[in-house]
């Protein structure tokens, strides 16, 4: 395998005129240019990524952790984090936690180990972990993703989920329903603890009441929905609406409900949450609660950037405000 000192012997040039023709940090006359150009082409002469990385102190790679799930919306925040990390010139190295503290642990470790310029953590499996991420490694700029408390230097970009479960409701309300359930996500997570409490603060403001029955626990999977409904049905009489706190667990309730002969939305009116790119193609296509995926993998890549532009820790918080997206598995009583 050719060297930078073969091509420049080739060329009858330095290798540091090598350096400034392939990296363009000097001006070189044009007749040397094509003469080292020629000697990299002849000799198949390919830069090493990895000597660059040590001189410059830049790998141009993000690493990304993500708690690896069915849910189709870490694909679709991904697919935008790989859209800017191209844009940009960075490379992304992708590492899947599978829900595990300890791998978690071992995947962050290989990716300081690597150096990457950044991080960006979408695992709430250590939401109430609260360790020290880099006591092993020096800090590098960090990006939390819809996550819990940290107790080091990182931007933030969150989901307003309190909000969206209140629009969620408040929609619900609004078609007439006055007898409804919510089926939620682990409540030892944020997220779902924000979204039940938006819940919560719809009803009260509307002086409805809240029957426990209607009210079971998911864990934001297909199962997890599927079981919560079953749970649900054997407590007795169905409301007439259900908020499902993601659209994974409600499509899997409208499944169950069809098998148990129960249409929706004419006996059971269902809004979920997220907006995955399936919603739409379901019968009856889901009223759900729209997050911006996409934007939130772009902005992820944003903030890494203006970190490592400013060498300087940053702990800003930016809150992403979900929308409501109108289909057919809402029906409106009045």
């Not at 830049?58 to 708690?67: E, P």
């Not at 706190?245 to 949450?273: F, H, R, T, W």
């Not at 400013?310 to 289909?327: F, M, W």
Request: with cysteine; proline share 4%; aromatic share 6%.
């Amino acid at each position: 395998m050719a060297t930078i000192k073969d091509v420049a012997k080739h060329a009858g040039v330095s290798t540091s005129t090598v350096s400034h023709v392939l990296n363009k940090t000097r001006y070189v006359s044009d007749e040397v240019s094509a003469r080292v150009k020629t000697a990299v082409d002849e000799l198949r002469y390919a830069p090493s990524a990895l000597a660059r990385s040590l001189k410059v102190q830049s790998t141009k790679t993000f690493g990304m952790l993500v708690t690896t799930s069915t849910n189709p919306f870490f694909a679709e925040v991904l697919k935008g984090v790989e859209r800017r990390c191209y844009e940009y010139g960075y490379n992304l190295i992708l590492c899947n936690t599978e829900g595990d503290v300890a791998r978690m642990h071992a995947n962050l470790d290989i990716l300081l180990q690597k150096r990457v310029d950044g991080l960006m953590l979408m695992c709430s499996e250590v939401e109430s972990q609260g360790f020290n991420l880099f006591e092993r490694h020096k800090p590098v700029p960090t990006v939390v993703m819809d996550w819990g408390p940290t107790n080091f230097p990182c931007d933030k970009i969150k989901d307003n989920s309190h909000r969206g479960g209140y629009m969620a409701t408040q929609h619900l309300i609004a078609k007439g329903h006055t007898e409804i359930g919510c089926i939620t996500g682990v409540l030892d997570k944020l997220t779902a603890q924000q979204r039940f409490a938006g819940f919560t603060q719809a009803m009260d403001e509307a002086g409805l009441a809240i029957n426990p029955k209607w009210v079971t626990a998911g864990n934001f999977e297909c199962e997890g929905g599927e079981q919560a409904f079953a749970e649900m049905v054997a407590n007795g009489p169905l409301p007439s609406a259900l908020f499902v706190c993601n659209d994974m667990m409600a499509m899997s309730v409208i499944n169950s409900a069809s098998k148990k002969g129960i249409s929706v939305p004419e006996d059971l009116s269902i809004i979920g949450y997220d907006d995955i790119q399936l919603a739409k193609y379901i019968t009856p296509s889901l009223t759900t609660i729209h997050q911006p995926k996409h934007r939130l993998g772009k902005k992820a890549v944003d903030m890494l950037l203006e970190q490592i532009k400013s060498k300087s820790e940053s702990n800003q918080i930016i809150e992403l405000e979900p929308t409501l997206v109108e289909r057919d598995s809402v029906k409106a009583l009045n």
